[in-house]
């Protein structure tokens, strides 16, 4: 079993940054690969950013590549993710998200579909202009 807490969610205007933390515990087994996924009001799902553990490779949608970061904290088993040039189009509920590793993915990047194991209760950013 994998337990995600996550915190940092919060309102703040267009080009401001918040940082997304997501303390997880659990077997590391089921958590080898850590994404971050929102949901806008009416949206799908999205997967947001992944990072491989044992790689270090992390991965971004298009929309926000060279603003958001992910980064993991082994010590603390936590994961970040950090948004900078935020806009009003990232408002979304945020949720962090853990599964185990495919074959496929040893060594490489961890993939952004929804079909994670476990996931987080999210927390809420919005962003006005």
């Known amino acids: 079993q994998v337990q995600l807490v996550e915190s940092g969610g919060g309102s703040v205007q267009a080009g401001g940054s918040l940082r997304l933390s997501c303390a997880a515990s659990?077997?590391?087994?089921?958590?080898?690969?850590m994404g971050w996924f929102r949901q806008a009001p009416g949206k799908e799902r999205e997967g947001v950013a992944t990072?491989?553990?044992?790689?270090?490779?992390?991965y971004y949608t298009d929309s926000v590549k060279g603003r958001f970061t992910i980064s993991l904290d082994n010590a603390k088993n936590t994961v970040y993710l950090q948004m900078n040039s935020l806009s009003p189009e990232d408002t979304a509920m945020y949720y962090c998200?853990?599964?185990?590793?495919?074959?496929?993915?040893?060594?490489?990047?961890?993939?952004?579909?929804?079909?994670?194991?476990?996931w987080g209760q999210g927390t809420q950013v919005t962003v006005s202009s």
């Open positions: 998200a853990a599964r185990p590793k495919r074959l496929s993915e040893y060594g490489g990047r961890c993939s952004a579909g929804s079909d994670y194991n476990y």
């Open positions: 990072i491989n553990p044992g790689s270090g490779i992390a």
């Open positions: 659990g077997d590391t087994y089921s958590r080898a690969c």
